[in-house]
């Protein structure tokens, strides 16, 4: 469980203070848009929820992308040390009998972006999709332990 504070808005876990995520924190996400198509393109970005876990051999990232297929879903590292998760959501086609009551499926690009601790090996990133679900799991470097060496005080 995450220790950053939520201040802002009821989710579980707040990116806010995380100094490792690059999401950044949008104080007007919160109200109702001015132009319904500006917040169904900006949907898709702000509803690809990604959890982050570390275990003692790796950091583990869990993404949502329900409906999307492999192909549709991008993961790369950037500049050596920033995950990157995107892809985009296609609108559904429109039949002209069609009457629609709700859309809430958001459509559009998506893209998450992670600074990673130093201690990692980025040469052996490994990503899987399995039900809607991206699993990326970036294993961890050894930590060398500090040589100890005794010194002789003269004198």
């Keep these: 469980m995450s220790m950053i504070p939520s201040f802002f808005g009821n989710n579980r876990r707040s990116?806010?203070?995380?100094?490792?995520?690059?999401?950044v924190w949008d104080p007007f996400k919160?109200?109702?848009s001015m132009s319904?198509?500006?917040s169904r393109?900006?949907?898709a970005i702000v509803n690809t929820r990604?959890?982050?876990?570390?275990?003692?051999?790796?950091?583990?990232?869990?993404?949502?992308?329900?409906g999307l297929k492999k192909e549709e879903v991008k993961v790369e590292i950037e500049e050596d040390s920033v995950l990157k998760?995107?892809?985009e959501r296609h609108v559904e086609k429109e039949d002209k009998n069609d009457t629609w009551h709700r859309?809430?499926?958001?459509?559009?690009?998506?893209?998450?972006?992670f600074r990673l601790p130093e201690n990692v090996k980025m040469d052996q990133v490994k990503a899987a999709m399995e039900n809607g679900v991206l699993t990326v799991t970036v294993p961890k470097s050894e930590t060398k332990k500090a040589d100890v060496k005794?010194?002789?005080i003269s004198g």
């Design 103 to 113: 859309v809430e499926r958001s459509s559009g690009q998506f893209s998450r972006r």
């Design 30 to 32: 919160e109200f109702p």
């Design 85 to 87: 998760i995107s892809g």
């Design 150 to 152: 005794s010194i002789q």
């Design 41 to 43: 393109e900006n949907a």
């Design 15 to 23: 990116s806010i203070f995380d100094p490792f995520s690059m999401d």
């Design 36 to 38: 319904s198509s500006l």
């Design 50 to 66: 990604v959890d982050w876990r570390e275990t003692p051999e790796a950091h583990v990232f869990k993404a949502d992308l329900p």
